[in-house]
């Protein structure tokens, strides 16, 4: 084929026009939305706690020792608990008393695992609420032991 004289078959005409340029950028574009398109469509959805699950939970914090500096120091047992409700959770270790908000991470075959955040703590708390035995575990923060907890 011949425009203005020139040969248009030729690759060399397509590359120096600048319109093979915009027919590659197309093909990228559209090969990069086929394969990311799907994806987004199988994301992860959201998981709520069931409302079977929302009760006050209470246990012991086993005793535990802790390094501080030269000198060990022996932590005593204490008691916690835990209150799980809709958009809330509500901690009791001891006499000190935590409030915050929490957020489904995953939902397992046997477990629920939970992150909650804490109004007042940098570190947030793990509570896996297992879907049988009416029993919730929670992670302790380091060197605190985890504690199993049963509903009341």
């Not at 570190?123 to 923060?141: F, P, Y």
Request: net charge positive; aromatic share 12%.
């Amino acid at each position: 084929m011949f425009v203005s004289g020139q040969n248009v078959d030729n690759l060399d005409y397509w590359e120096r026009s600048g319109k093979f340029d915009i027919f590659v950028m197309m093909q990228k574009l559209t090969f990069i939305f086929a394969l990311v398109l799907p994806l987004l469509s199988f994301g992860q959805k959201e998981v709520n706690l069931k409302r079977k699950y929302m009760k006050s939970y209470s246990g012991i914090i086993p005793s535990y020792s802790m390094d501080v500096g030269d000198n060990i120091v022996e932590v005593t047992a204490v008691p916690i608990s835990i209150q799980i409700e809709k958009d809330s959770v509500f901690f009791k270790i001891g006499q000190n008393k935590f409030q915050g908000t929490y957020t489904v991470m995953f939902e397992a075959n046997k477990y629920y695992l939970i992150n909650a955040v804490i109004d007042s703590q940098l570190a947030n708390e793990r509570i896996m609420v297992h879907k049988r035995g009416k029993s919730i575990s929670r992670d302790g923060l380091y060197p605190q032991p985890m504690a199993d907890l049963k509903r009341d």
